[in-house]
């Protein structure tokens, strides 16, 4: 798969279930590592600019909805103090 996304563009994946949208996805938020080729980014900060939206709830049941929602920021290793402002 090749593509080019500009700057402030919107982009949906569409597509029947089991083609590769949420495979790119994940690939695009660093959610997994590519087996081969790479990804691209010409703004370093673009973690700062990615959402990510999954089809099913990924919540944790174990945990409080404050952690749930901290999880994102876990992931992207802030510390605890900066996950709790």
Avoid: H
Avoid at 24 to 32: W, Y
Avoid at 72 to 84: D, Y
Wanted: aromatic content about 8%; overall charge positive; glycine content about 8%.
């Amino acid at each position: 798969m090749s593509m080019e996304i500009k700057d402030s563009q919107f982009v949906s994946l569409l597509g029947p279930s089991g083609c590769g949208n949420s495979t790119v996805l994940r690939l695009i938020a660093g959610l997994e590592k590519a087996s081969y080729g790479k990804i691209e980014w010409g703004d370093r900060a673009w973690n700062q600019k990615l959402a990510f939206v999954f089809q099913e709830a990924a919540l944790m049941p174990w945990e409080t909805v404050r952690e749930n929602v901290r999880l994102p920021l876990k992931l992207a290793g802030k510390s605890q103090k900066e996950r709790v402002k």
